[in-house]
């Protein structure tokens, strides 16, 4: 039986992640207005994954912004031209992306042993709230969070921020893409809060470096519960339809 209009509008709208290959193991692409983390360990490809994600969604005229917790926002501008000829300052100056790091008086308090975790976090909410407001992006990717949450010793009150931070952008309408680390085993907490999970890893098979991707958790949609193979090349990102492991 066809659907009605009405039925099809009920439908939640859907983004592309910009990563070949990888909407059709979402069944087509990350719902809108929702926080997807990309957990890996460093080298795995988080960066890429969310710099492609919004450099691709700018040359469609979609409005992103960049935050960087942890650096200066030129050094992975940089990184992304040499690496993938992706011109992010290019996209700034024709106001597709915008960004907010280190820089920034409330992100550099960070840097401070005598300001409070909790008070970083409000800090860091109130920035990104009044930079959303201002900007009204439609993607957000944040590279890393773990950088705002390393004081914090409580898991309770770690997963309780968490679900804050990630509150701002849901409430904003943004389609958010946010990287974790491992190293400091924050990620289980921020996965946990997140609608969706994508796992990147990376290991040898003789002399070759294999990295591979899966979902591992998206509410309210089917996926492809496959470990694929995730190709890294001078055009970016894609994911093959093959396993790692054959």
Do not use: C
Not at 49 to 63: N, R, V
Not at 105 to 134: C, D, G, H, T, Y
Not at 177 to 201: C, H, P, Q, R
Request: aromatic letters at 8%.
């Amino acid at each position: 039986m066809a659907e009605t209009p009405q039925e099809e509008t009920s439908q939640p709208e859907r983004v592309s992640t910009e990563i070949p290959g990888l909407d059709d193991m979402l069944h087509g692409g990350f719902f809108t207005e929702t926080v997807n983390v990309v957990s890996g360990n460093s080298g795995t490809g988080k960066t890429i994954f969310g710099s492609q994600f919004l450099y691709e969604g700018a040359k469609k005229g979609e409005k992103g912004m960049l935050i960087i917790t942890s650096e200066e926002s030129k050094s992975l501008v940089r990184e992304m031209k040499t690496s993938f000829g992706w011109d992010l300052k290019e996209m700034e100056q024709q106001g597709y992306i915008s960004f907010v790091d280190i820089t920034d008086p409330s992100l550099r308090l960070q840097k401070s042993v005598e300001i409070a975790p909790s008070e970083l976090i409000k800090s860091f909410k109130k920035l990104v709230e009044s930079k959303i407001e201002k900007e009204k992006p439609e993607r957000v990717f944040v590279d890393s969070i773990e950088a705002l949450f390393l004081a914090i010793e409580s898991n309770y009150k770690l997963r309780t921020m968490v679900d804050d931070v990630f509150s701002v952008f849901r409430s904003h309408g943004v389609t958010s893409v946010v990287t974790v680390g491992t190293l400091f085993e924050l990620n289980d907490v921020v996965e946990y809060g997140a609608d969706s999970v994508i796992k990147l890893e990376r290991f040898k098979t003789g002399n070759t470096l294999q990295r591979s991707i899966y979902v591992m958790k998206m509410r309210g949609s089917k996926t492809i519960n496959e470990i694929r193979v995730l190709n890294i090349s001078d055009n970016g990102m894609g994911v093959l339809a093959q396993s790692p492991y054959l």
